[in-house]
């Protein structure tokens, strides 16, 4: 079974702050994904990475994909009361021609404050 | 466009009963899933489909079925419920992996809460 844990768990910071988000494995992915949850909503892809060391940028959403595909990083520039809600890292495998399984993360709840 | 949509929204059942929560998409997407979300433990996959009249096992199967008699529409049954069963349901669907890697979004709908006492 593949795990993903993510750190922190929870964290509260106030507005302006930067914060870096991580998701370890022991497991290669061919794939990573970011997703925000906000309350009483499912979650929504923030963005997809599928080569090691590979750096994609969503405004001040930075995220990386390591080398061996196994771990990535969301790291959060300037947070502001927006970008609050649950953060989910999911990896992805090809487990028939065309279709992808996700595995997901355990989730890092933020709360950014004014 | 609806996206993916659930019904019902809530649900308390009491031990031993049944249910069926059924989800609907309108993209046109091939691929099916429901996820159980619970704390600390992100979603996990129950059942999932590749296709209409195809489902499979996920990473929970166990007190669940599913059907997927519809391209646009999966249901997922609990026959006989259990307080462990007590959770968030999540449906989601999504198209065929390609190299365009924004098929590998899942489309998720807005979540089915479900108390079991």
């Known amino acids: 079974t593949q795990l993903l844990e993510q750190s922190p768990q929870f964290l509260s910071i106030q507005e302006g702050e930067n914060l870096t988000v991580y998701c370890n494995s022991s497991s290669v992915f061919s794939s990573l994904q970011w997703y925000r949850q906000e309350p009483g909503e499912g979650p929504v892809l923030l963005v997809t990475?599928?080569?090691?060391?590979e750096v994609k940028k969503l405004k001040r959403l930075t995220f990386q994909f390591g080398d061996a595909r196994k771990d990535s990083s969301l790291h959060i520039t300037a947070a502001q009361p927006g970008d609050t809600g649950l953060y989910l890292c999911a990896g992805g495998d090809v487990f028939t021609g065309t279709a992808s399984k996700l595995t997901f993360g355990t989730g890092t709840r933020l709360q950014v404050t004014l | 466009n609806a996206g993916v949509t659930q019904t019902p929204k809530f649900r308390v059942l009491k031990t031993g009963q049944s249910m069926t929560l059924l989800c609907a998409q309108d993209?046109?997407?091939?691929?099916m899933y429901w996820y159980r979300q619970d704390p600390g433990m992100g979603l996990r996959l129950i059942h999932y489909s590749v296709g209409e009249g195809t489902t499979a096992k996920g990473e929970v199967p166990d007190g669940y079925n599913v059907s997927r008699l519809k391209k646009q529409n999966f249901l997922l049954g609990l026959e006989s419920a259990a307080p462990s069963q007590t959770s968030v349901y999540f449906c989601a669907s999504s198209n065929p992996w390609n190299l365009d890697r924004s098929s590998y979004e899942q489309y998720f709908g807005p979540g089915t809460r479900l108390t079991v006492t």
């Open positions: 993209m046109n997407h091939e691929y």
């Open positions: 990475v599928v080569t090691g060391g």
